[in-house]
């Protein structure tokens, strides 16, 4: 840690003796401070008035984690030192490791010891208010700010996070969708994030897309070994996991089953798929084998979202790709591939835009 942030208890001893031979005040207030703002601010330029000189004594992170939680600090020691001794108003920082700042206010002995916020002088934790008694130290509580604490704080900051749309993508397959729009999310361009991919086939290459992109994903059980189907236990399992991360828009690329009750009605106008042709010809299996059978000129894909029935729900959007002689179903599939990876994250990206 940088020396110049923090200052050492004797430092600070020395200090308030020099100050005391002066016949001026040091004033000592403690706490995390782990995330600044500004009713921290508005109380630390408070106490500094109290005297000539504020120190702040804050807690290790240890300690931090102790009194507030697993997930804090937010900032570590030597950043909450750094943002403090960048205030005008604060002289300097001490860091003391115990939960309590009763020995730290023991061995300083400041003039005045000031507190901000929740605290009443009654409220005082037993332990410090004890050593402030016994050394007749000046005791000052200074005024909440309304609004200004690190709770609202951090209760703002976790509505930010939450405001982040999330994709979940099911697949059965190679994962080239999955990973054209894993891409995109990765670049920026997706407007929400990829929380989730899902197979029901554990050997598919989907699922390896996902850990290249770090990617949470699951294996589900279909519950089944009917072709194209999931059982009812496996349907309300795979909602309950997708309401459980949160998702707000379910994408099929090369997913081989159907969706429906109780999942469809969760998700009901957030469920997108992508199909080998132009719809409404040819959907269900064997699209493009079936398009060059028949001797069409042209196929492509479609995007729709996703209803009761198979491929048949409002199309979003549609793309030829042409057939040319002696196309073999490999060749054609890989040109529509192409234009789908291009086309299925823009798609993604103006469905999340219109859940915003
Ligand atoms: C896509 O080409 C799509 O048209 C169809 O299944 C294919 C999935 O391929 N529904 P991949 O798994 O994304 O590579």
Do not use: W
Request: with cysteine; hydrophobic share 40%.
């Amino acid at each position: 840690m940088p020396e110049r942030f923090v200052s050492s208890l004797n430092e600070v001893v020395s200090l308030r003796e020099r100050l005391e031979a002066e016949g001026k005040k040091l004033v000592l207030t403690n706490g995390a401070f782990d995330v600044l703002h500004v009713g921290h601010l508005r109380y630390l330029r408070e106490a500094a008035a109290l005297g000539e000189v504020l120190f702040v004594a804050i807690n290790g992170d240890k300690s931090v984690r102790e009194l507030k939680g697993p997930g804090r600090p937010v900032n570590c020691v030597e950043d909450r030192a750094e943002m403090l001794c960048a205030l005008e108003f604060v002289d300097g920082v001490v860091v003391f490791e115990e939960r309590r700042a009763s020995s730290v206010i023991e061995a300083i002995r400041p003039h005045v010891y000031s507190k901000g916020g929740d605290y009443t002088a009654d409220s005082l934790i037993d332990e410090e208010k004890a050593v402030l008694d016994r050394l007749g130290i000046e005791i000052k509580i200074l005024s909440l700010v309304a609004g200004k604490s690190t709770s609202e704080t951090l209760k703002c900051l976790s509505k930010v996070e939450d405001s982040t749309k999330k994709v979940a993508i099911f697949g059965s397959g190679k994962g080239s969708n999955a990973a054209a729009i894993m891409e995109a999310a990765s670049r920026g361009k997706l407007g929400g994030e990829v929380a989730l991919v899902m197979s029901d086939v554990p050997s598919s290459g989907i699922l390896s897309e996902a850990d290249r992109y770090g990617v949470p994903r699951i294996v589900i059980d279909p519950g089944t070994t009917r072709v194209g189907h999931l059982t009812d236990a496996s349907l309300k399992e795979i909602r309950d996991r997708l309401q459980a991360a949160s998702i707000d828009l379910i994408v099929l690329a090369g997913f081989m089953r159907i969706l429906r009750d109780p999942l469809l009605g969760a998700f009901g106008g957030r469920i997108l798929n992508i199909h080998p042709s132009l719809l409404p010809k040819y959907s269900g299996l064997r699209a493009i084998e079936r398009a060059i059978e028949a001797g069409d000129h042209a196929s492509g894909y479609t995007i729709h979202l996703v209803d009761g029935g198979v491929d048949s729900g409002e199309i979003l959007k549609q793309e030829e790709v042409p057939i040319l002689s002696g196309d073999s179903p490999e060749h054609l599939q890989q040109r529509i591939q192409a234009v789908e990876h291009v086309a299925y994250p823009e798609v993604i990206a103006e469905q999340l835009a219109k859940l915003a």
